[in-house]
């Protein structure tokens, strides 16, 4: 069972988790409980299903020879029990999603199409990250689709299920929280720049160096920052959210810069993505 619950990668949830529930609270005022369990649910089956695929993509390609946290290349999980778990857990995420979808459009079938199509979408690219002789994850696309799922389809995905309109000043959160996801999914590159040059896996942080790679997670955290701080501006919001950005980007960089070991990232990365939920909560505790 602990190889499994390795396998899910625990770590990773709280940015899933994050995306729904700082959508949902753009819409407090029409916030359903039922609603927001069920998108929870759903995004979190979202990431696990990503995360045991990245496995299996990852070791079918040979590209994670020099992990030792990865279950297939260790042989603790079988190639078959592997499978088989990346189906279960896709029915399971396209069965929550359906039901997410009835309680949220109930019978307005043009949002509930064009929501199901969007959630097959999810599904197919949270497989196609790392499987596949055209996963887009070793062609330099990971940024742009964890950008697009964490920030555009989970923050106004899950706002737009509550109300079913989008006011413009959203967008700027939504973008805030993408490019904290983008910084996570930038130090888990930066860690395996080397092995990836060797292996010829395409990311952000290969083509561009260590130095380019940091200079970029500087870049993204600022511009994470400067949205969260212009929504509060348009929107007449005050939170600590901007301080609680400021705050992960100063530690981030300042850690990355000496960062050497395996350990180091991952301390950074668990750090991101914990951080990444806090300063969402931060947004929730609005102090004026």
Known sequence: MRHWIAA???????????AILLGSMLQKYAFDLTIFLWASGTAI?????????????????GTDRHRKDRQLGEGNITLKAMLSAILI???L???AGIYLLNLAFSDNWEYWIAFLAIGLFSIAAAILYTVGKRAYGY???GDVFVFIFFGLVGVLGSSFLFVQELQWELYLPAISYGCLAMSVLNVNNIRDLDKD?????ITLASKLGKQGALTYQISILVIAF???????VAAHYVSLAPLGIMILTGIN????RTAKTSDDFNGQLKMLSIGSLVVVILFILKIA
């Open 45 to 61: 089956l979202l990431q696990v299903l990503s995360n045991l695929a990245n496995d299996y993509g990852d070791f079918v390609k």
């Open 226 to 232: 400067l949205c969260m701080l212009c929504h509060h």
């Open 89 to 91: 857990v896709s029915v």
């Open 93 to 95: 995420a396209l069965l």
């Open 8 to 18: 899910l990668r625990l770590k990773t949830l709280p940015l899933a988790l994050g």
């Open 253 to 256: 960089t300042r850690t990355l």
């Open 197 to 201: 040059i060797l292996t010829d896996k």
């Open 139 to 141: 062609h330099g696309l």
